[in-house]
């Protein structure tokens, strides 16, 4: 599965930005998906992640009710729609991919295709 992650840029505190990341997997309902993001000299740290249906999401308390993870199995893409971002949201995001739920969903080391990461610069 070969995954690329597009949207990221520079945007003012406060505002929005929304995310993408397009698939190369056949089956691309079969991938639960998620995002990650990185800041400078910190670890990866999860964001959100929604099932291969689409049924279920979760957040990191950090983003929720800020953050909205989706996906379309028909374009084989998933979203993340970022609004009300804050200076601390700077860092490269992440999607990632795996055909299993583990209980450690929000561990890095539970998905084994990633994308190259796009990087997002939040200013105050």
């Known amino acids: 599965v070969q995954l690329q992650a597009f949207g990221g840029g520079l945007v003012q505190a406060g505002g929005s930005l929304p995310l993408s990341c397009a698939a190369s997997?056949?089956?691309?309902?079969?991938?639960?998906m998620a995002w990650f993001r990185q800041a400078p000299g910190k670890e990866r740290e999860f964001v959100a992640r929604i099932t291969g249906s689409g049924s279920t999401t979760y957040y990191a308390d950090s983003v929720k009710d800020r953050f909205t993870i989706s996906r379309d199995n028909a374009k084989n893409t998933v979203y993340l729609q970022m609004n009300s971002l804050k200076p601390e949201g700077t860092a490269v995001y992440y999607c990632?991919?795996?055909?299993?739920?583990?209980?450690?969903?929000?561990?890095?080391?539970?998905?084994?295709?990633w994308g190259q990461g796009t990087q997002v610069t939040v200013s105050s």
């Open positions: 990632a991919a795996d055909p299993y739920s583990p209980a450690r969903y929000r561990s890095p080391h539970s998905y084994k295709y």
């Open positions: 997997a056949r089956t691309f309902g079969a991938y639960h």
